[in-house]
Every structure is written in C-alpha cells, then in structure tokens.
C-alpha cells in the first residue's frame, strides 16, 4: 500500500503562485507514475498534469501548459506541482495520485491506484 499526504494548498489572488505536495510513504517502490487531478464543485475530476516516478516524461492538460510544472524528489518520496499564473478557474480541490505499472493512459483517472484527500486551491479575481 501506498499513502500519499498532499499540502501546500490555499487562497490566492489571480496572477499568484501556489506549489502543492504530495508526500508518499509504504511501499513507494511500487510507483510507476504520480499525477494530479482537480475537482471543482459540480464539476468531474479532470487530469491536471502526470510525470513517471523516473522523472523522465511529464504530462500536462492543455488548460495548465505553460503555467503549471509537475516534478518529483525522488529521495524524499515526494511530488511537486508548482502552479504559476493562477487563474480562478483554476479554483477546485486538488489530488495527487499514485500508480503502478500500467498501460493505461496518464491522463485517465483509472490508471492511478492510490489517491490522497485532496487540497484546496481558490483563486480569487
């Protein structure tokens, strides 16, 4: 098993910065890829950005590219999401996730097996 702790969330202003973490502990070896998700009120859980345990690839929704940057410390255990340039529709309860070897897309919410309680982020105009 595989817990996983986020923080760092908020409320900011439009145009403010904010970096969320996510701390992971147990059996981390078994993490193929972490990844973030956000879900605002009324609204499905939608993918926000994913990048393998190896740090090689990263992922990101079009809606968060050029402004959000995924990234991990691989020593702590932990995985990072540094937003920039924060809007209000970026305003929703944040999750990390964890996932094992799969096939499944990054970007899909299946594809990840272990979640943490979420954060929340409100960005104000």
């Known amino acids: 098993q595989v817990q996983l702790v986020e923080s760092g969330g908020g409320l900011v202003q439009a145009g403010d910065s904010l970096r969320l973490s996510c701390a992971a502990s147990?059996?981390?070896?078994?993490?193929?890829?972490v990844g973030w998700f956000r879900q605002a009120p009324g609204k499905e859980r939608e993918f926000v950005a994913a990048?393998?345990?190896?740090?090689?690839?990263?992922y990101y929704a079009e809606y968060v590219k050029g402004r959000f940057t995924i990234s991990r410390d691989h020593a702590k255990n932990t995985g990072y999401l540094q937003m920039n340039s924060l809007i209000p529709e970026d305003t929703a309860v944040y999750y990390c996730?964890?996932?094992?070897?799969?096939?499944?897309?990054?970007?899909?919410?299946?594809?990840?097996?272990?979640w943490g309680q979420g954060t929340q982020v409100t960005v104000s105009s």
């Open positions: 990048i393998t345990w190896s740090g090689v690839i990263t």
């Open positions: 147990g059996r981390t070896s078994s993490i193929s890829a």
């Open positions: 996730a964890a996932g094992r070897s799969s096939g499944m897309p990054y970007y899909i919410k299946e594809r990840y097996n272990y």
